[in-house]
Every structure is written in C-alpha cells, then in structure tokens.
C-alpha cells in the first residue's frame, strides 16, 4: 500500500503547488488583484521553491510577457503559433526558454525585487527540488520516492502544459479573447481552466464569472480574508456581489 499513499502524497503537492501558482504567484505578484498577509506569502514561496524550484520573478515575467503577446509573435507559449501538442508536451522548454531571457526579466518584472532570501535560497531552484526529493525518499525509500517526486513534478508541469496549451484551443468562451474556459481543468488547477474569464479581466482576483463556473482557490481566498491574511484588491463590477 505504500504506493498508494504515494500516489496520494503526491496528488495532494500538486494541488498545493497549484493554489500557491494561482493565488501567489498569479493573482497576487503577477496581476496586484490580491494582498496577501506577508507570512502567508512567505509560506507559499517556499513551497514553490521547494516543489517546483521556480522564482517568482521570473514566472511573474514570463507570464506578464504571455499576456502583452496573447496569441501574437511574441507570447512565450502560445498553441496557435506553435501547435497544441508542442505547448502541452513542451510548455515546460518553452517557458525555461524565456525565463532564461534577462531582457524580459527586466522589462516585465521590475516590481519583483530580488531580496536576501532570492539570493540565499529561492533563486536556487536546484537546491530546492533536492530538497523535496529528499523528502520523498526518506517518506517513502529511494526508488519509491524518486518515483513520487517525478510523479508529482511531472503532474504539476502537465497541467501548467494543459493551462498554457488547451485553454488557449479548447472549450467555451463567456468573452472575445483567444483563451477559453474549462470546469473540468478548473478544478484540476484552483480555477486556472477559467481561463477566457481570465483574460478579460486579467487582475480580478476571482476567475468564476457565470454561475456554474468554480474557482477553488477564491475559497481559499475568502476563507483568508475572514481571518484577515488575504485582501482582494479588483473585481469586475459584474462578480463584485
């Protein structure tokens, strides 16, 4: 059964990675349509580092970019200039690819300011996916945990592969822009398959707009503020009840 705890362990990262992308990384750092308690923006930070290895700044950049380009020459990882399959197999190249680019660090990220603990630890992506994978195997023993730290990176780059590939081809569309929305996707990525809603309104820190649409991570986000770690900053007049 230690497999199935695995599997488990590693479905349960994947969705933690997910809402700290979505509500840290995206709604809070990438788009300032959220505040968050910093404490709680500490805590997501180093689980990003420690399980995805990526620095704020340079996602924040990468995506910033992805949005001035929407489907356009120019957008990192778009499907309608490279093909579908590419971005969903591939999203992973592309983004390191751009991420690698000290112009569009520079230019699309300027208010991501490089700190002590950057230049200590975050900045060192290696040292934290060592980290995690150490994790694993001293959970789980060398091969079953190398095999769930796959297991969960692998998911986790897929689904960031699924975002930036099918919800720009597939699915319905409540606005006039390239993206589209997906329920299913949504629930897989804390309300990141919202995805047309998104980029209509690109700094509202909630992604449902119709009702039937689901956003996980705006419970969570609710549930914060109640307690006073978390503060929506845009809502679009129409979501705004």
Same mark, same amino acid.
């Given at each position: 059964?230690?497999?199935?705890?695995?599997?488990?362990?590693?479905?349960?990262? *994947? %969705?933690?990675?997910?809402?700290?992308?979505?509500?840290?990384?995206?709604?809070?750092?990438?788009?300032?349509?959220?505040?968050?308690?910093?404490?709680?923006?500490?805590?997501?930070?180093?689980?990003?580092?420690?399980?995805? =290895?990526?620095?704020?700044?340079?996602? *924040? $950049?990468?995506? !910033?970019?992805?949005?001035?380009?929407?489907?356009?020459?120019?957008?990192?990882?778009?499907?309608?200039?490279?093909?579908?399959?590419?971005?969903? &197999? =591939?999203?992973?190249?592309?983004?390191?690819?751009?991420? !690698?680019?000290?112009?569009?660090?520079?230019?699309?990220?300027?208010? *991501?300011?490089? @700190?002590?603990?950057?230049?200590?630890?975050? @900045?060192?992506?290696?040292?934290?996916?060592?980290?995690?994978?150490?994790?694993f195997c001293a959970?789980?023993?060398?091969?079953? =945990?190398?095999?769930?730290?796959?297991? %969960?990176?692998?998911?986790?780059?897929? &689904?960031?592969?699924?975002?930036?590939?099918?919800?720009?081809?597939?699915?319905?569309?409540?606005?006039?822009? =390239?993206?589209?929305?997906?329920?299913?996707?949504?629930?897989?990525?804390?309300?990141e398959g919202l995805?047309?809603?998104?980029?209509?309104?690109?700094?509202? $820190?909630?992604?449902?707009?119709?009702?039937?649409?689901?956003?996980?991570?705006?419970?969570?986000?609710? $549930?914060?503020? $109640?307690?006073?770690?978390? %503060?929506?900053?845009?809502?679009?007049?129409?979501?705004? %009840?």
């Amino acid at each position: 059964m230690n497999w199935l705890w695995a599997v488990l362990v590693s479905l349960g990262v *994947v %969705q933690i990675s997910n809402v700290c992308t979505t509500i840290y990384l995206h709604r809070c750092l990438a788009h300032k349509g959220l505040d968050l308690h910093p404490a709680v923006r500490f805590l997501m930070r180093v689980h990003l580092w420690v399980f995805t =290895g990526m620095s704020p700044r340079e996602w *924040v $950049a990468v995506h !910033r970019k992805h949005h001035h380009f929407a489907d356009e020459e120019g957008d990192p990882h778009s499907p309608r200039l490279r093909g579908l399959w590419p971005i969903l &197999l =591939g999203n992973a190249m592309y983004y390191g690819r751009e991420a !690698r680019n000290p112009e569009t660090i520079t230019k699309y990220a300027p208010d *991501v300011v490089q @700190d002590g603990f950057d230049r200590m630890l975050f @900045d060192r992506g290696l040292l934290g996916l060592g980290i995690s994978l150490s994790l694993f195997c001293a959970i789980f023993g060398l091969w079953l =945990g190398g095999l769930a730290f796959l297991f %969960q990176a692998g998911t986790y780059i897929f &689904l960031s592969g699924v975002i930036n590939g099918v919800c720009h081809t597939i699915g319905y569309r409540n606005y006039s822009n =390239g993206a589209t929305n997906l329920r299913s996707v949504a629930y897989l990525t804390a309300g990141e398959g919202l995805h047309n809603n998104h980029h209509q309104f690109p700094s509202s $820190a909630k992604f449902s707009m119709r009702p039937g649409e689901h956003d996980p991570a705006w419970i969570i986000i609710r $549930a914060l503020g $109640a307690i006073g770690l978390a %503060q929506p900053q845009r809502l679009p007049a129409e979501i705004s %009840q």
